[in-house]
Nanobody
């Protein structure tokens, strides 16, 4: 059974806060692209960042240069470091793994609330 469990979040300080973490189980973690999404109130869920198996990364334009996604394959964990947070980064953040093998496999964490005060 695939499980993604996020931790971290809460009130994010302008000077920096610990990264969000997502611990994965039930998959061979190092084989998979891992993604962070977010959903703000009244808005659609959007892709924030992705990290490939060997560490290549992609970011939404809105977070490029401020957020950093990373992974530790030994710990089956993906991270999202949020630097220089803005109030518009306030959202529920979700970890996701998705792959195709004849059918689509798509798994989500429970989400963690991140609030950035103005």
């Amino acid at each position: 059974q695939v499980q993604l469990v996020e931790s971290g979040g809460g009130l994010v300080q302008p000077g920096g806060s610990p990264p969000l973490s997502c611990a994965a189980s039930g998959i061979i973690f190092r084989f998979h692209v891992m993604r962070w999404y977010r959903q703000a109130p009244g808005k659609q869920r959007e892709l924030v960042a992705a990290i490939a198996r060997v560490g290549g990364t992609n970011y939404a334009d809105s977070v490029k240069g401020r957020f950093t996604i990373s992974r530790d394959n030994a710990k089956n964990t993906v991270y999202l470091q949020m630097n220089s947070p803005k109030p518009e980064d306030t959202a529920v953040y979700y970890c996701n793994v998705n792959w195709w093998n004849g059918i689509e496999y798509d798994y989500w964490g429970q989400g963690t609330q991140v609030t950035v005060s103005s």
